[in-house]
């Protein structure tokens, strides 16, 4: 099992987070997690709050295991990580959280401004981003994680699998949750509360790791491992990727000594 190498030199996250990007645009799937029923929840660390389809269908989602601190389950993605880790669909911030705690790299990208706030309120580093907006250290990430469903993003799990690939060094190690049973669908859905209020509608897909694995591989990806916990599923992959898209070495990026060590709620890092 490869651990992050404790208390490692955290300014290189510190001058990832602070590099002045110019700030993502809203689009639908950032207003839907950004409509009251998700900020009211994340608010209150307690639900119902569900991924609703046309349909009808729900889809619960598990607001207090997200607002709680890492699980076992948790502890075992965390463990194998790889050097400088970035949490995409970062939610409240709990892995982000628990990997700053032990000294290791992490940064949080989330299009949610209250899953934003509320990370940087519990130690973490986050920045409000789609992860298909420019983000800083671009393939000069060890570890990428899609956790809590979040292979889902964007409902195109071919694109969202070569984002990655560029976000990552090459060799780097993507660790992804995937759905407990075999299924391979692209859906629109909203997020519903369950008592009436709900966002806008936004694509999404639901992969189990069969499905993961066949994507995976037509993107360039090799199975590294795969396993159970908690009743979850887990799926790790290894980028293939030649890195052509890494920063010179001699980067503009602002270091750790220029940006707030203790950035408030009120401000959190995606607004610097």
Known sequence: MNHPSPKADRSAVSAHVVGRLPSASPDVTARSWSADPYTD????????????????????LEVE??????????????????GAVLDVGCGPGRLVTALAQQGWRA????????????????????????????????????????IDGNVGIGGNPGALLRRMSQLLVSGGLLIAETAPVDVDERVQVHVADGRGASGTDFPWARLGTPALLRHARRAGWRPEGQWAAGGRSFLALRNRRTSSAAEPPKSTAVTSSQRDRNPSPERPVADL
């Open 107 to 146: 940064l949080g990208v989330d299009v949610s401004e209250a899953a934003v706030a509320h990370t940087v309120r519990l130690g973490g580093q986050a920045l409000r981003r789609s992860v298909f907006d420019p983000l800083p250290g671009e393939g000069r990430w060890d570890t990428a994680l899609l």
């Open 65 to 82: 295991r997200w607002c709680a601190e890492a699980d076992a389950a948790d502890r075992e993605v965390l463990g194998r990580c790889e």
């Open 41 to 60: 929840a994340l608010r209150t660390g307690r639900g119902p709050l569900y991924l609703r389809r046309s349909d009808g269908w729900l889809l619960p």
